[in-house]
């Protein structure tokens, strides 16, 4: 096990929980198979939770205040104090094995949220792009698990993971028109028996995997396409991973329930502290 201290973080536990996302002191983060969206304060241990009657993939702020949320029935606009949805955009409407999984916002402020096949039908998935029109176009294409996605602190490089292919790509991002181009393989994790799903990103640019059936968030050096170090989860689904805390140097980790493994901290939020990296502030969609 890592000489890290990994903590518990609230009592909630998700049947499926995903997309952790720090914003102004709270930890947001989606309970897929729960249909929620979930808040944690850590100063006040208070929780709060939205049920949005649908499997929910992700959920990102905005800069008009608003949460944005994708899932089942396409991409959502959600206001916590009136509890009011309006919908977006559904992409995929003739498919109904698709839904919305993960998704970031650029530095730009455009949404980038991918699909993904729940019968694994290879390639019939997309990665999306939610311009602050509320424009959606196709980014990228042909994927199966839109996974785990970021940006460098520069902005100019975009990470991004479809999971059946076990790699982390990188493109060039050109934030004027939102492009990704000149696609290349950074991180190859095939030797580690498990599927890489969430991702962050910290202050050296340098990426933070969690790989589902696992049990581990890995760091990897993307130039050097190297692992720095492994932090072991004590259960098997840990699907997702932010930086937060008042100094961002606090790492939260999602996870699942396992279909047939019985484990005590199953579906809980952890946190570990004091990493040895530190995150920056989550982008937000431009709204406004």
Known sequence: MSALKVEPAGKRVSKWGEGPIWHEGLLYYVDIEGHAIVSYDPN??????????????FVVPSKSNRLLFGGDKGLFFFDTKSGSIKAIHDPEPELPDNRFNDGK??????????TISLVKKEGSAKLYRLNKDLNCEVAYEPVTNSNGIVW??????CYYI??????????????????????????????????????????????????????CVIQFDPVAGKQIQKIELPCLETTACCFGGSDLNDLYVTTGIHKTE???????LFVIRDVGAKGFAANLFADL
């Open 44 to 57: 006040t241990r208070e929780e709060k939770e939205w049920p949005v009657e649908q499997r929910v993939g």
């Open 105 to 114: 916002c650029a530095p730009d402020g455009r949404l980038f949220a991918g």
């Open 162 to 215: 479809d999971t059946p292919t076990k790699t982390v790509v990188a493109f060039d991002y050109d934030p004027k028109i939102g492009s990704l181009t000149n696609k290349c393989c950074v991180v190859d994790t095939s030797f580690i028996q498990a599927s890489p799903d969430g991702m962050a990103i910290d202050a050296d640019d340098h990426l933070w995997v969690t790989f589902c059936h696992g049990a």
């Open 262 to 268: 019985k484990e005590e901290f199953a579906g809980r």
């Open 152 to 157: 460098n602190k520069v902005g100019n490089i």
